[in-house]
């Protein structure tokens, strides 16, 4: 039967409703009236941004595969976002959080390692067929790209799938495991984020360097604080654009110029320094960071942060565009293999949170800047405090740097507990 097309296939279209669901959802969440407020208590502004443009998908009103909404995004918006949110980054005050953010960091990344082949040995316990198969549709190769995607990024999930060699239909399937197990647990974590005091106080945390650092930034936001003009409203936008065009030039050089290394790369398991991509987020950071060693960081004060929210909501619209919530009914036997996995990243997680008594924010971003990199960690952190949004965009740029090691350690593992 020949398959429908969507309802709507225009992109500037699709752009349209996005933002104005975006529209709705922060004019709703701001209301005052008692039915939103109290809606808004168990469903975080957060989650809805990523669930409602997932209703297109769903209803099939549009097909996210057709669209350019995504690429657009993550190559222009994405790191854009990362330099106007990184530039008033207070490298000395996040230094001064001292090494409890590492550490949660580094928990997370180990429970991703070793859960992969916790859940493999689990399921094929009792469903072997689920974790089974043979050559390159093994469902343990196309774990690891889920494996890559959760440690470091899209990157590192390519150079899995490449270095595994998974096949194009097990790749897709994991795709979806992905996508929706991550989502899932982001979920917990912007629900515990406006529980964080509460959550603190069961680990009996001390979050004082984070409220310390929370209200530095806010003084010095407050002091530098201006009615923006449209000087000001341009000169962030040539630097925010104008550094994305920076980023991808270099990105374009140095990505290439690995991958005609691949030989070298392969040899030191260095697939993802082939990415363009990778050095996009890389280089656009780094611009975000140095520029705010410079006076430029005043333009704090005109609002260039609320500018990187702005792309980095609409790159969570996009995102949530290519959700398809009824997908967890197809192949429920891998969603089982993901929420496993996931439960053990998780419970590593808290139990060195409990350990070290580190404060819910580092467990939250200590896990993002794994499961969700770059395009998720910002909007994590950004829901304790917008403040905080660059702790997690450089956590995720660690993320990249590891995730190939990492998910090549945890393949193997995953290779010799499949049965």
Known sequence: MEEQSALITNDAVILGILMVMLAAIFATA????????????????????????????TLGIVDPESSRLYFMASRYLLPASLILLTLSTDLKGIVNLGPKAIIMFLAGTTGIVIGGPIAVLIVSSFAPEVVGGAGPDAVWRGLTTIAGSWIGGGANQAAMKEIFQASDEIFSAMITVDVIVANIWMAFLLIGAGRSGTLDKMFKADASAIEALKKKIEDYRAGIAKIPDLTDTMVILGIAFGGTGLAHWIAEIVGPWFQQRQAFLDQYNLQSLA?????????????????????????????????????????????GLNMDVTAILDNPGLFLVGLIWMSVHVTILLSVGKIIKAPFFFTAIGSQANVGGAASAPVVAAAFSP???????????????????????????????AP
């Open 30 to 57: 701001h209301s005052g009236r008692p039915f939103w407020k109290k809606f808004y208590t168990y469903m975080p502004l957060v989650l809805m941004c990523y669930f409602l443009p997932s209703v297109l998908n």
């Open 275 to 319: 990415s363009t991509f990778f050095w996009l987020i890389v280089v656009a950071t780094t611009v975000g960071v140095g520029l705010s060693l410079t006076p430029l960081k005043k333009l704090e004060g005109a609002g260039a942060s609320r500018f990187g929210s702005v792309f980095i909501f609409v790159l969570v619209a996009t995102i």
């Open 387 to 417: 403040t905080l949004a660059p702790v997690g965009a450089l956590l995720a740029v660690l993320g990249y740097a590891l995730g190939t090691y990492g998910a090549i350690l945890c393949g193997i593992l995953m290779q010799a507990a």
